[in-house]
């Protein structure tokens, strides 16, 4: 009983959370803001490649410096939301299995780990290259 309410429930969600989506032309997507919006997101990134390029002395070394930092960036929330889903698999969906539980921790510990290395490698790569190289 309490499933067929559960899908008629998501059922009459899905129903009104439906929209019309209309098509538009290239020539209305080549006009609009996003166009413009994501060629300024082009030219600010490149222009961040070039900063790098020229505070590390060389091209590989720039870019190298731009992915570490971008993956810095980003590790964050990915990691915490990774966090989050090993907790949810130890704490509440491991009160009944001791191997749920085995592999909430496993997931804590992973995330955790990746979080840390991200957030670490690009310290050491600016050490290694700024005041190891010749």
């Known amino acids: 009983m309490l499933k067929k309410v559960i899908v008629l429930t998501m059922i009459l969600l899905m129903i009104i959370g439906m929209s019309t989506v209309y098509a538009t032309t290239g020539e209305e997507v080549l006009n609009s803001d996003q166009a413009a919006e994501i060629v300024s997101m082009k030219e600010s990134s490149k222009?961040?490649?070039?900063?790098?390029?020229?505070?590390y002395g060389s091209t590989p070394y720039g870019v190298a410096a731009?992915?570490?930092?971008?993956?810095?960036?980003?590790?964050?929330?990915?990691?915490?939301?990774?966090?989050a889903v090993g907790?949810?698999?130890?704490?509440v969906l491991g009160i009944r299995k001791l191997d749920t539980r085995d592999k909430g921790f496993a997931?804590?510990?992973?995330?955790?780990?990746?979080?840390?290395?991200c957030?670490?490698?690009p310290l050491i790569f600016a050490i290694v290259v700024n005041f190891w190289r010749g």
């Open 47 to 55: 222009a961040k490649v070039q900063d790098y390029i020229e505070k």
């Open 87 to 91: 907790s949810i698999y130890q704490y």
């Open 107 to 117: 997931l804590i510990v992973t995330f955790v780990t990746i979080l840390l290395i």
């Open 119 to 121: 957030q670490v490698l």
């Open 66 to 83: 731009y992915i570490l930092n971008i993956l810095r960036i980003y590790s964050i929330p990915c990691c915490f939301i990774g966090i």
